[in-house]
């Protein structure tokens, strides 16, 4: 496998969040982070969802350069020890 991603319901967040994203080390760089996000993106407003938010390990910069490059803004980074701590929150423009 070359690549997966996981978009999942998360209540608190109150939208689908994009909880993993992962490309084998062989094949980055190539653009398939980004089709995954993409396609992703796509498949939940099929679904009736009008955003989404990316959860993003703190010192993941490949990662938060990737949902950067897509259109995700950064929102938040939250340190407090709550369910996200350390967790980077973005959603995409409207």
């Known amino acids: 496998m070359a690549g997966t991603i996981l978009a999942t319901d998360f209540a608190l967040y109150k939208a689908p969040v994009i909880a ?8 980055q760089h190539q653009g398939l982070g980004s089709y995954l996000l ?8 099929l679904d009736g969802f009008s955003s989404c938010r990316a959860r993003i390990s703190p010192g993941n910069d490949a990662s938060l350069l ?11 980074v939250d340190l407090n020890g709550s369910p996200h701590s350390g967790g980077r929150q973005a959603v995409p423009p409207a």
């Open 20 to 27: 993993l994203i992962a490309v084998a080390p062989g094949t």
């Open 38 to 45: 993409r396609r992703s993106i796509q498949a939940l407003a």
């Open 66 to 76: 990737l949902f950067r490059k897509t259109g995700f803004e950064l929102r938040r």
